[in-house]
């Protein structure tokens, strides 16, 4: 029962860390269009997840793409590097900070 509670937990913290995010990037991606913005400093990057599990995988490759400004395009065979476009090359850090700390969010819940 305390294991289910805390799987709980963790879900409702992804859950509103990942709403605030994209309220965030949305934000972010909006003003950049209003400004007349046009896609000329995209970039592809590569991400290495720390998940094994197939669920866990499957989650944060979607949440990748459900995030404006970043699309998951394509993922290895062995599920070890997702190949990830991002929309600004400036907001690489912010991506893998906040990526990473999606994953830490969902290895909890997968452990």
Known sequence: MVQIFKIIINLAALFLYFCYKI???GWI??????RGYRGDDDIMVEYNPMVTSPWAIVLLFSLI????GSLSVDISEDNK???IHLLDKSGIDDFYSVTGRIERMLARIFA
């Open 29 to 34: 991606v909006g003003w950049s269009v209003i």
């Open 81 to 83: 590097v997702f190949y």
């Open 65 to 68: 793409s459900m995030t404006p």
């Open 23 to 25: 309220v965030i990037s």
